[in-house]
Structure formats: C-alpha cells, structure tokens
Antibody, heavy 119, light 110 residues
Framework: QVQLVESGGGVVRPGGSLTLACEAS????????MHWVRQPPGKGLEWVTF????????YSADSVRGRFTISRDNSMNTLYMQMNSLRTEDTAVYYC????????????WGHGTLVTVSS | QSALTQPASVSGSPGQSVTISCTGT?????????VSWYQQHPGKAPKLLIF???HRPSGVSNRFSASKSGYTASLTISGLQTEDEADYYC??????????FGGGTTLTVL
C-alpha cells in the first residue's frame, strides 16, 4: 500500500533553516509528481510547492518562493524540502502528498510533520 | 493567489443532503477542470474525495458527488452520516502554475 512518511520537523528560530524529508513506499515513486502542503495550527490547508516526476519542473507559492526549495531523489524514493529564512508565519504541519497522474489531485498524503518557528 | 471562497460552515441532519460551494475566478476554476475536493477529520491527514471536478477515486462513497458551473464548483453529500462531520476543502490549478485551496468548510451533522 502507498505510504508517505515525513520527517525533519521541529522548532527553529526565525531566520533559521530546516530540511523536511518524505520517504515513499508502495508505489513507483519516479512515476508521480509530488507536492508539499501545509496547515497552520487551527487553520486551513495551503499549497506550498510541486515537483514533477523526474524533477524537471518545480512550482511554488508566492509565500515561499525564493525561500523554500523542493527536490527529490528517485533512487532513494525520497522527497525533500529545504526551508530557509523561516518566519513565524511558516509555523504549520507540513504534509507531503502524491499527485494522481493526469489529474493534478492529491491522492495520498503523509501524516504530516510539525514545524514551529519561534524565538 | 487568493484562496478559493467556501462557506465557513454548513450543517445538516442525518439522512439529509448538503452542498458546499467553492468560488474561484477566471484564472482557476473558471478555466480548468483540475478541481478536487478533500475531507479532513480532526488530527488526520486530508483524504481525496473528488478529482477532475466530478470523479470519485475507488473506495469513496457514491454519497459524495460534485460539479462545476462557471467559476463555482460544488460538493454535495447525500444521506448524511455522523462520520461525514469533518472539514472539507476544494482545490484548483491556476494559470500561474500554482494550486490554490479553498478556506475550508466545517460540516456539522446535527
């Protein structure tokens, strides 16, 4: 069965950096595009960033463009997100999600990892 | 990119039907059929309910149906059950090559 397991969350000071990872299993990782989606405590979902199946296309939300970088290692079945210049408003649960082929829908989600940006 | 507009809350009694609207613009819902809907129970990850405006993934109950007209997409839940009580989000691809979620709608089953 499809599994996505995020790791790397924690507490970081404003201006700091953090790298999240999402280990995938149960499907051919290199066949699917992937996304990161976040959810601040008590608030709604916000799409963050996208990477195509082979990593040649990347798109990001205005709120994180230039600060967050998505990448993937298909040989390791792992998705990453490097987060720099973190702000208090980046505090959220971060989910990785699989893109359903040919539909731009997110058909499998991880359990999420909490990132807290606080001084 | 502004969030798609959803009502903050809707409610219904068991067995009834409810509809949740999701209004966008000419840059997202108005131009693309890449509209999807998600259900999220408290403390859980979201679950895909609908993709490409009106298609259900295997395993999703046929009590969930959806459509789109103009700039507005709609999700209808028929035969309400207590386990349907959750938050619901719409999402669309945009002309900026980004995705945008709705603000979310809390469904209460009375």
């Amino acid at each position: 069965q499809v599994q996505l397991v995020e790791s790397g969350g924690g507490v970081v000071r404003p201006g700091g950096s953090l790298t999240l990872a999402c280990e995938a299993s149960g499907f051919t990782f290199s066949a699917n595009a992937m996304h990161w989606v976040r959810q601040p405590p008590g608030k709604g979902l916000e799409w963050v960033t996208f990477i195509s199946d082979i990593g040649d296309r990347k798109y990001s939300a205005d709120s994180v463009r230039g600060r967050f970088t998505i990448s993937r290692d298909n040989s390791m079945n792992t998705l990453y997100m490097q987060m720099n210049s973190l702000r208090t408003e980046d505090t959220a649960v971060y989910y990785c999600a699989r893109d359903r082929i040919d539909s731009w829908a997110l058909d499998h989600w991880g359990h999420g990892t909490l990132v807290t940006v606080s001084s | 990119q502004s969030a798609l507009t959803q009502p903050a809350s809707v409610s219904g009694s068991p067995g009834q039907s409810v509809t949740i609207s999701c209004t966008g613009t000419r840059s997202d819902i108005g131009i693309y059929n890449h509209v999807s809907w998600y259900q999220q129970h408290p403390g859980k990850a979201p679950k895909l309910l609908i993709f490409e405006v009106s298609h259900r993934p295997s395993g999703v109950s046929n009590r969930f149906s959806a459509s789109k007209s103009g700039y507005t997409a709609s999700l209808t839940i028929s035969g309400l059950q207590t386990e349907d009580e959750a938050d619901y989000y719409c999402k669309s691809f945009t002309t900026s090559k980004t995705w945008v979620f709705g603000g979310g709608t809390t469904l209460t089953v009375l």
